[in-house]
Each structure stands twice: as structure tokens, then as C-alpha cells.
């Protein structure tokens, strides 16, 4: 049987997703198509293999013949067409953040939690990328010892000029702070936001910014999040444990020997990067195997957003003190 | 619609592609399976969302409620099933190599020809492989200039004890000697094999060997095949051309510090290294894209291969007088 | 002309300074050697062609025979034995730290003021370093743009159980406070620690720590200073600037393919990884070219590491308020 | 007591040889020069403090204020001073070739057999080179069981256009053929050279070429040498045992992420490359260490050097049957 996928938004994310549910990913395709852009609707649709437009998002939620629904529309949206899904009793999967705040956040848990099973799968790609999955097994098969520290860069090569300096945090570092949560599968109880002179080139946005993480048992994470560093997109990490560290970098498989240098290169932005991590995400939300962030994740990962947000602004450390999970999501 | 494939033989590489028909490919399911060991396919066909399971190969092969044929039995095995796939109109995804002697080859490709139109794809998954499309792409793009050389190794921890000094060529460096005809698009002409003192860890058999390969326009290839290395599996390649040189060696996405080195973890076997070019492969030939080797390629491979037995046995340089392919096979 | 060096102090570091001198530096000969351990200094003495063994330290500054005199005493040794170079006119090349504290850091800075002109260098050999130097060539060659952030690795395999938590600052990562002021040529005026819970192995030091240190300009450099970490010894970092960043990680020049990993092999301690820049350092102080660091680097050095233990004490961060530069030492 | 050093031909390498021995060699100074040019001689001179230029290459070779010569004068000129150092009894290291022809190196051996003691040093310095001695150590360490292959790159990024084919062995090729005698301490049996297509870039030199040497105990190591390779210097190679391979390459210190790429510096000639090996191979002769090449082994590498150049001709397999070595030369 196949999971019929609407699919809310068809920009960049949205079509990608369509792309890979239809020529990707087994038992499922795209069933329904939403965009406030018909035009860009139809094409995804025509590209999905004749799936069905539909003019109202509500409609597509609700209809019969879409079996789960996956929403990749503009932030502000998601709460709405979120809370559709659940009132509709269909699985969904929301684009990271679940919503933009803590507040809406809040109120999605709270809907899932009234609603009693789990619907909702919050779009952390991350933790399906084969690097980072291969640095927690080498953490979990105690190859490196109790963490202490982890080292964590995210750069990607040109953002709009003027971009707040608080969506350096809710929009790239909230990856960061989502994979630290998963990683040490416990909660971050602290952060601290250091700031060097911003780039000539990021036009008043307060880039880059240097985040400092505490979690519960201890261990630190910094992350440099640079949202202008021109020459390509890049994630990587570095574990340190007791005995041993492990490193993400997921080198390209082939590397180039021309004009004096010898080079890897690097993507663009993070669709080549985590290619196969949205694979992968897409399948295990298609088999149902539950290996995404839950909408407490998402929940989680704003609240602690907006604590660096607060720290940024402050300059000083922040305790983050978020409530108790519902029962709902306890593990 | 969904292509319902039936699998004969469910050993290792049987039972991987079953998995991944079933788990990752868009399009696809088994829908029947046969296997010699009658158990071994029951398990295949459980594991496959309760394929059919069928006593006889050929009966697999006409059913109604087959579209497809994967064959991943024993070589000696694929000419008769695929000249039964031929007979029986049905597209068919054969194992390297496409059969182990010239002449077998030959049939398979006369029946082809004979019927008319291309229903064979031969196993040969590098061509999907992320770092030798990308090692082509930089090729065809100029990035390197015109090739003059390239640099193959191609390493097994171990084989069994007394495997014919051949084998290394027919069942492993074959696939090498595809990928030089797929990435030059032309034929190798001539070919020598050197032979360094066998190691001690191989029990009799000429291992290692180092193959020499030279294409029509001039381009030297040599390969290095060892079965018996002990520390890993390792396929890596370095293309040199007049400007620039590509390297494939296809890091793992994590390092290790530990232990006085800093690693990478090198893979057991050939599976996780060529795991992406598997699943890629297979979603073309689900896709009908056509991307994979034809007959005519099966048949290439298994004719230069000899060629480089007699030039083992003779060591002497052996030219390889391959026949014009039939019109079917003309790029 | 060969330059008669006197060594002060045959420990670990005098000893190596003492071989290098005589087997591996142009112009220079070991000339005469004191140590409060005599039959160590009669062995140093004798592997370096048959040096002088003194009983006194004052009589070998103020020998005759004694051109230049390098101190690797204990580090509370040191100031009494610069001043008496000082007083003696003689060059003299002072192990790090210049002395372990602020005040004695200050009356050596005053004794060569008045002096008048500059005898004393300060052993920061990292300044020669081949992957420092050649960082820094790359930043003022405008290869990466302006600087924005530094991230520093500095990890011993072992330290001693119970070491006090603020000598990880003072004698480790003091090299890092020294490179970012030679790096960026300014001073660092705010520093800050964070803690992670410390290591099971550290025997109750704060160990590792997590220095952010903040330059004139705005550049934030942070440092993991971990004097625990088992593995090996490792220092390493990343400068980001505006269109680029530069790494030193100084791999060495062979790999291994062994037992399932491709590795690099790490050294077990300071020794080999800057075997080189201890070379370089030495025939730079040897030719009179200046390249070392002065008093006032190793004051200023001191007086950074005593804010940054006042921070690791507060949690806070501080303010680094360091005097003007004598005019003796400006730039 | 300083070893004052006669340099006989002051181009690049005379040149550099020069500063080293000025400059960052203990225990010898430059004591006199000659050159065909004059005034080149005078700049060397001028610059290694005040050497003496001399008018007579013999002159300088016979002077009483020159313990030990220095020949890095053009190869058809190597036979005539090395034979008069023999016979001034004075040690001699001569750069690569020891001379052009198998006869000349044999007139060469002859006369220091007949001298009776060692005073030839043949400027092989890769012996020397961190990687290739770290290399060996690992080999005769066990860490990768007994040898198999070898696999050597060589390239240049140009050559003079009309380059005689047969220097690309004579010149270049001649470093591997003392490599591969150095590290399995025997001699080369055998040798076959393949040709690609040369490219189109080398003005109508066979370039490149690959080498096939194979071993007394029939160890096989195989070299590209391409001395039009434009896109850098470099030289590299991997050693393949029984349980483990080694790779030397020798990456720098730094690294560099920018324009879409994370690279490496390649040099653009040999010197950056072998520098450490170069000031190695100098001190070790001045302290009389003999852990340089002989005179034997200059012959050997010839003799080896022209067996190449005849398989070069003829395609064929050549048998190299090397006059066992005189007793002065066994080890
Ligand atoms: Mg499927
Ligand atoms: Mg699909
Ligand atoms: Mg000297
Ligand atoms: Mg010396």
C-alpha cells in the first residue's frame, strides 16, 4: 500500500520533499498539492506525477484521499495547518522550527497531547545524517568515553542583508540546539551567547555569533553560527569525550588535484549536505518508524532558542528552564 | 503503479536487493522469489511484505504477476534465466558478470539482438556510485583535461584459501575493467597483468596481481587487485589528466581520535561501500532510465577480462580484439 | 663565530634545547651547563661535545666564556636568573613562562627598560611554527579576508592527578594567549571560562575548560585547553575570517591502512609536534633576528592568563586592563 | 671544529645547498665556490658570509682551507671533480645523477675501491625525507607485514618542451629507483615501462610513463612519473604489505576553506617539498653519519636508469643484471 503525502508549500523545501516522495522514497506518493503560488503548485504537482492541486490547505488536510500530510510553508503558517492535522487525526510532518513561538509551540503540544497518540514529526533532518547517527553510535558504543565538550560549526555562504540577528539562532543554530538535545538525550539547562565584531559583509546582522550550551549532566556546546562566510556551505562537529573525539565533516567522495591545490569541494547549501538525510527522514516517516523529533522536540528546540535570543541581547548566561515533558513524549 | 519484481537467487546480494526494493526504492516491490535453498527464499519473501514464493525459476519468470526480473543467483546460473527473461519479454537486472565464459556472453547478446530491443541490465553498480559519477562529471566537464592515465586499487580483507589466480580478474577486477570502458567511452585494446610475489596470507592463488589496460585512444589504466589485504575493503581510483587529476576514495562522513591515531573506519566488505551506488542503480533500472550496463557491456567485460587471463598466464602483453557491437548497443 | 650558549636547567626541555644547539642550529655551541641536579648536567654537558659544568648559576651568566644564556630552570627560577642576564648584559632565551607571576613579570620588564635595549626573549615557540607562520601569511596575504573568530584545540594525553585548575591557563593554554596576540598583533581585552563538568580522569581538576577571549578589534578566540584527554596530544585551530578560514593541524607526513581504519598517527607530546618550531626558534635567537617574543609578550602573556584565572574562579567575564607597552617594545 | 665546505656550481641547488650550510647546519660553514659564471659565484659567496671564489674547480677541490666538497655543477661534469676529490682523499657529496653513464659511475666506483675507504655521498636525499624514513620505520617495524607493491607518483608541473624521453627516467625516475633499493635493501631484477597516449601539453616528449620494477624477492612497485603534470609538484607513494599499507604524502600544515573549496597548498617544485630532507641530508654528512647514498648506489641507480630506458624503447620486459657490489659497498 502507498501513503498518499499532501503537501503544503512547494518553495525550495517543499519541492525537493515532493521530488524525493515521488522518485525516492518507497510506498508513498505525493496525493495533493497546496502553494499560495498556484503556478508553482501545479508545476510540483505536474513533476509528482499528476497529483491533484488543491486551492485551500484545509481541504487538502481533510480530504480522503491524503493519508498524511507534510508542511513546508512559511513559518508563521505551520501552527495552523498543524492543528488542522491533528483535529483531521492524520500524521504530519513540520518543517523545522514547528513554529516560530515558544507560545505556538506550546499550543501544538498541547493540541497532540489532548488529541492522545502522536501525529506530529518536527523536520531535525539532522538526526538522520549518516554522520551524525555514525558520531552517536561511536558515543553510545562508548568509543570515546563520557562527553565533556562538543565543538559545533554551521556556515552558511550569504544571507539577506539586515537578516535579524535573533533568526542566526531560530532558524540555523535551532539545528544545533535540536542534535545537542538527541545527542546527549538530555536537556540544555543554560546558554550564553558571545559575540565577535560582525562581517563587513552581513550588512548589520550581528554575524557571527558564538553560542555556549550547558546540559543537564554537564557537558558544553559551543556553536559558531556564521550566516555569511562566502566561501560555501558548511556542518561540522566534534565530539570530545573521556578518551577519545569524534568528527563530523562528511567529506564529498572525490577530491581534486588542479592549480596548486589539492581540494574537497564544498556545497552551496545544505540541500547537497543533507541529501541523503532527508532521504532518509522521508522514509522513516513513510514506514512509520518514529526516528523523528516529536513535536515536544520542536517545543523544546524554540524554547531554548529563544533563551540564547535573550542571551544575545543580555550578554550574559541564561538559565533555560523548560517545564517537564507530558507524558505523551517521555521516553 | 508499482513494478513487482521477482528475485532469483537470495543470497547475500539477493537478499540486500530484495531489502531494498521493499525499503528504498520509489516504485517498486518484490513480488516474487526463488532461491535453490527453499528456506532461505521463504525468509527473503517474508521479509519482503509476503512475496510469492516459487519452486521453479521459470515459472518466476512468465508469471502475470511478475514485471521484472532481478538475478542475483550463482554465474553459472545467469545465462539460462536471462535468455528465459529474453524469451519471456520481461526486462531483467542480471548480476555481474553477465555470464563467465565469452561464449555464454555472446548468446545472451545474439538473443538480445534477436529480439530486438533492450531488456538487460547487468549488475555493474559503480556506475551509480556518488564518487565515479562525480569523478565523470568533473571528467566531461573539463575540470582535468584530456585523461592520460589512471590509477586503480581494489582491495578485499580475504578470499577463501586456493581461489584460481583467475578469479581475482573475472569476479573482481571486472569491475574495473567496466568502468574504464563506461568512464572513457571507448575499448580497451591491450592489456598485460604483472605479478609480484603472491602473499603469504593467500594460500597459492597470484594475489596480488597488478593489471595494465590501454584504450584506444591511449589512456593507461592500471589496477591493482588484492583479496586478501587483511586490513579492509577499499575500492579508490585516481584519473589523471593533462591539467588536473580526480581521486575517488569516498570518506566515511566521521573520524575518530583515539588511541594515539586520528582514523577513519574503513568498511568490511564492499556492502556499506557501494550501498548508495546499490539503491541508485536499482531505482534507474525501476525508473526505466536506462542508465545501468546493457548486455553488450556484460558481454565487453567478460571478453577483456579473459584476455587479461591469458595475458596472467602468458606475461605478455595480449591486444583485445573486442568485435564491433551490433546496432542494438550503438551509442 | 660560534655563539657560546649557556643552559640553565638540563630537565626535559634544556636537555633537547642543549642537543639541538649542538646537533641541528648553525653557529652555536653549548658552551656551559648548571643544574641543581649535577650528574644531569654532566650528562647534558657531555653529550653536547664537552660543555663546562658549572656549580653556580651566577658564575656561568657572568663567565666569560658564555656568550648567550637560555634558562629551562623551574618557573620559579626564572626571574632571578633574567635579571642577572640583564644585569650582565647578555642575551638570554627564558622558557615559558617568563615568570609565574604578574609582578615578577613586571620587575623583569622594568630591569630591561632600563637596561635600554632588548636582551630577552621569551621561548613561545609556536611563533615558529611552520603551521602558525604559515596561518599568519596567509591572513595578512588577504587569502581568508579580515579575522572574525579563532577556535583553538590544545589537548595533553596526561596530566598530574589533582594539577591545580589554573595551571591548565598559566602553562597551557598561555601559548594560545600568546599566538592570539601575535596572530591579530593586539591586545586581548576581555576573557571569559566556561566549565564543563571536568573529566573522571582529571582527579578533581577543573579539566578541560573553555577559554573565550575577546581582542581590541572584536576577534573572539576560544580555546579548549584539556590536559586529560588521553588519546594523544593534539593542538589545533581554525582562523575564520570574512571570505575564508585557515586550519593548522600540522598531519604528518605518512598514514597507515591497518586493522580496519585509515589513521594518521598522533604524537604522544609536545615534543614531535613542534620539534621545528623549537629548531626555527633556536636559529633565530641564535642569528639576532628578533623573531622571538620579548619581555613585555611574556609580561603581557602572564597578565592575560592571571584574568583568565580570575574568570574561571567568577564565572564571569573580565575585563583585561593591561598597562601601555615601554616604548622599548612597541612596534 | 667547523667543516668548511667547497661548492662546486652555484645554480639552484648549489645555491641553496650554500644557505643551508650557512645557515641552518651545525658545524660547517661554506668555505669556497666555484661556477662557470662568475658573478653567480661571487652572489653565493657574498651571501654565505665571505666565502672564497675560486677560478678552478680543481684549484678549490685541492686548497687546504676546504675539508670536504660539495658537486652540484651539470651532470656531464660530476665524473671529472668526483675523481679528483678520490683523489685529493676528500669527502665528496654529489647531486643526482653521480654521472650520466653506466661507464662513468663504474670509472667512479673503481676509483674509490681503489682509494679503499668511503668518500662519496650521492645526494639522494629522499633517504632523508621525514616521510619516506617514517615510512621505513613502519615497514621494518612489522606494522603492515612483509612487502607485495608499491605504488609511486611523481610529477612536475612542467618540463623543457622536447624534453628527451628518456629523462624523464634518467632525472626524475631515478629517485624511485634509489627509493625502491633503499627501503627493501635489494636490488631491482626487472623492469617494464608502459606508455599512455604523452600529452598533448609535453611537445612531443613520451610523457607520461609508467615504471614497473620488480624486485629480487619480487616485490612490485610500479611509478608515474610526469613531468608536464601542470598542476603542481608532487610526490607521493603508498607501500602495500601483507596486513597494512603505508602512504607518504606529505600534506602541509595548513589548510584552506574558500571559493567552494577546502585545500591543501601543493608546492609548485621540489624544494618546498624535500627542504627538511635536503638540510637532513647536509648535517648528516657533516657529522660524518653515513647515512647517505654511496657511490654504488649512484651506480646501481644508473645502471637500473638505463634498463629502464631500453624497456622504454622496446616495450619489453628487461632483465636488470646489476655486477654484484664490491666489498667496500656491502652491508
Ligand atoms: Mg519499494
Ligand atoms: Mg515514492
Ligand atoms: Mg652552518
Ligand atoms: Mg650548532
Not at 170 to 192: C, G, K, P, Q, Y
Amino acid at each position: 500500500t502507498v501513503t498518499r503525502i499532501g503537501v503544503i508549500g512547494t518553495g525550495v523545501m517543499g519541492a525537493d520533499h515532493a521530488r524525493l516522495l515521488t522518485e525516492a522514497v518507497s510506498g508513498a506518493r505525493v496525493g495533493g498539492v497546496f502553494d499560495v503560488d498556484g503556478s508553482r503548485a501545479r508545476g510540483v504537482a505536474a513533476a509528482s506525477g499528476g497529483a491533484r492541486v488543491f486551492a485551500d490547505p484545509y481541504a487538502l488536510i481533510v480530504d480522503d484521499g491524503i493519508d498524511a500530510v507534510l508542511i513546508a510553508s512559511s513559518d508563521a503558517t505551520h501552527e495552523d495547518y498543524v492543528l488542522a492535522c491533528v483535529a483531521a487525526g492524520k500524521p504530519v510532518l513540520c518543517e523545522k522550527p514547528l513554529a516560530p513561538t515558544v507560545e505556538a509551540c506550546a499550543r501544538i503540544v498541547e493540541a497532540e497531547t489532548e488529541h492522545g497518540s502522536r501525529l506530529i514529526t518536527v523536520g531535525f533532518m539532522r538526526r538522520f545524517d549518516p554522520g551524525y547517527t555514525g558520531m552517536r553510535a561511536l558515543l553510545t558504543g562508548g568509543e570515546i568515553g563520557a562527553p565533556l565538550l562538543m565543538h559545533n560549526v554551521h556556515r552558511n555562504p550569504a544571507a539577506v542583508p539586515g537578516l535579524p540577528s535573533s533568526a542566526l539562532i531560530a532558524n540555523s543554530a535551532v539545528h544545533e540546539l535540536d542534535i545537542v538535545r538527541w545527542l546527549f538525550e538530555e536537556e540544555i539547562v543554560e546558554v550564553a551567547v558571545h559575540t565577535p565584531r560582525p562581517s563587513g559583509q552581513a550588512g548589520g546582522t550581528q554575524d557571527p555569533q558564538l553560542l555556549v550550551l550547558t546540559t543537564e549532566s554537564g557537558v558544553l556546546a559551543d556553536v559558531e553560527i556564521f550566516v555569511n562566510a562566502r566561501y560555501g556551505y558548511e556542518v561540522r562537529c566534534e565530539l570530545v569525550g573521556e578518551t577519545g573525539t569524534v568528527t563530523v565533516d562528511a567529506p564529498p567522495p572525490t577530491s581534486l588535484r588542479r592549480g596548486g591545490l589539492h581540494a574537497r569541494a564544498l556545497p552551496g547549501d545544505w540541500r547537497p549536505r543533507f541529501a541523503e538525510a532527508y532521504r532518509l527522514e522521508l522514509q522513516d516517516w513513510i514506514d512509520g518508524a518514529a526516528g523523528g523529533a516529536s513535536a515536544w522536540d520542536g517545543f523544546a528546540a524554540t524554547f531554548v532558542a529563544h533563551a540564547c535570543v535573550a542571551a544575545l541581547a543580555s550578554g550574559e548566561r541564561h538559565a533555560v528552564n523548560l517545564p517537564p515533558a507530558p507524558a505523551l513524549y517521555r521516553r
